[in-house]
């Protein structure tokens, strides 16, 4: 049933984005990762990668709101500008592919706050997204399996 395939991958998608969230935390508390591992381009995440694919043809449907997707798409994208910045300050003169531990670089006590700060922030448009996310999982469960067919 393809209604079951579009809320299974919605619900991989914000599994991707949880495990996105995690490695990032993980960088933020000095643990080094790979940068592929946690991508700074909003498409190439795995949230992204199920948005901008297969989620583009729930607008076709007319229970879709293009104001729901909307939200989604903006929170998605807040949350990669906000690791923008975390991103910058973690691989501050580093040319290899693995994130430098925080704790052990040579960065300011500043650099560290800020860091943090920053994963406040994202954090906090993580649930957001969490949040948005959730309304258009309702919304999609509203839609009748044989709209989605006729789309899919």
């Known amino acids: 049933m393809q209604k079951e395939k579009v809320l299974d991958g919605?619900?991989?998608?914000?599994?991707?984005?949880?495990?996105?969230?995690?490695l990032i935390k993980l960088m933020v508390y000095g643990f080094g990762i790979k940068?592929?591992?946690?991508?700074?381009?909003?498409?190439?995440?795995?949230f992204g990668k199920w948005f901008y694919g297969d989620a583009q043809k729930l607008k076709a449907l007319p229970n879709t709101k293009l104001e729901c997707m909307s939200h989604v798409e903006s929170s998605h994208l807040k949350t990669h500008d906000i690791y923008f910045?975390?991103?910058?300050?973690?691989?501050?003169?580093?040319s290899h592919r693995f994130v430098?531990?925080?704790?052990?670089r040579k960065v300011t006590e500043q650099e560290r706050d800020l860091v943090q700060e920053y994963?406040?922030?994202?954090?906090e448009a993580s649930k957001e997204l969490m949040s948005n996310t959730l309304r258009f999982e309702k919304r999609i469960l509203a839609i009748s399996s044989e709209e989605i067919e006729r789309i899919w």
């Open 10 to 22: 919605l619900r991989k998608a914000k599994q991707e984005h949880i495990n996105w969230m995690h």
């Open 35 to 46: 940068r592929e591992d946690a991508p700074l381009n909003p498409i190439e995440s795995g």
């Open 85 to 94: 910045k975390i991103h910058a300050i973690c691989f501050k003169n580093q």
């Open 100 to 104: 430098s531990n925080l704790l052990n």
């Open 119 to 123: 994963y406040k922030e994202l954090s």
